[in-house]
C-alpha cells in the first residue's frame, strides 16, 4: 500500500509534464502525416529520379524551400490538375536547382542552374505555356540528362 501512494504522490507531481508530453506528441504526428510527400519514380531523359510529390496548395508553396540538400537522384515533381501558366521562385533555397516545365509528359520550357534565393526573391521563372507539371532538379542535371524542348518526362 505504501508502494502505491508513493506512485500516487508522484502522479500528482508530475501528471501535467505526461500530459504535455502526449499533447506534443499528437500534433508532431499530425504535422508529419499533413507534410508527408508521397513518392514516384521519374525518368527524365537518360536519368531517372526519386521525386517527391507536391500535389497540395501548401504542398506546392513549401516545395523544396528550407531543405538543406538534394542529392544527385533526388527531386520535387509539382503535379496539377490543369494545365496554367506557372509562375516558380528560389524562395529560401539552400541550394541552386534547374526547373523544368512540363505540359502533357513533355518539356515546354526550362531553366539552368538557377541560384538560391532568400524570404523576398526577385527573380521568377515562367513556364511560357501552359504546364500540368513542374520538374525540379538538382542544378546541371537537365544537361547531365540531355533534357530539351520536347523531351518526354514519364512518371
Not at 6 to 31: A, E, I
Request: hydrophobic fraction near 40%.
Amino acid at each position: 500500500m505504501a508502494r502505491h501512494k508513493k506512485y500516487l504522490k508522484y502522479w500528482h507531481q508530475y501528471w501535467h509534464l505526461t500530459l504535455l508530453l502526449l499533447v506534443v506528441s499528437l500534433v508532431s504526428l499530425l504535422y508529419l502525416n499533413v507534410n508527408h510527400y508521397r513518392s514516384l519514380n521519374v525518368k527524365a531523359g537518360v536519368c531517372n529520379f526519386q521525386a517527391d510529390v507536391a500535389d497540395t496548395s501548401s504542398k506546392q508553396y513549401q516545395g523544396l524551400s528550407g531543405r538543406k540538400w538534394l542529392a544527385k537522384n533526388e527531386a520535387m515533381l509539382f503535379l496539377f490538375p490543369q494545365a496554367s501558366d506557372r509562375t516558380f521562385v528560389m524562395r529560401r533555397m539552400n541550394f541552386p536547382l534547374d526547373i523544368v516545365f512540363i505540359r502533357d509528359h513533355k518539356i515546354i520550357n526550362l531553366y539552368h542552374d538557377l541560384l538560391p534565393e532568400g524570404d523576398y526573391p526577385r527573380s521568377t521563372y515562367h513556364s511560357g505555356l501552359p504546364a500540368d507539371a513542374v520538374l525540379e532538379i538538382p542544378a546541371g542535371a537537365s544537361r547531365d540528362c540531355r533534357l530539351g524542348v520536347g523531351v518526354e518526362i514519364y512518371w
